[in-house]
């Protein structure tokens, strides 16, 4: 049997919703502290 794995990665707007929900559910800062690494990653 041949199984294939497909990788997608994450848009930074999707990122940036997943962080948003978390923060709502689990609580923390709403910042980033650095947009630029994430841009980078």
């Known amino acids: 049997m041949n199984t294939q794995i497909v990788l997608r990665f994450l848009t930074e ?6 962080h948003n929900y ?6 923390g800062s709403p910042d980033l502290r650095d947009g630029g690494l ?4």
């Open 13 to 18: 707007k999707e990122v940036l919703e997943i």
């Open 38 to 41: 994430l841009r980078s990653a």
């Open 22 to 27: 978390q923060t709502q559910v689990f609580g």
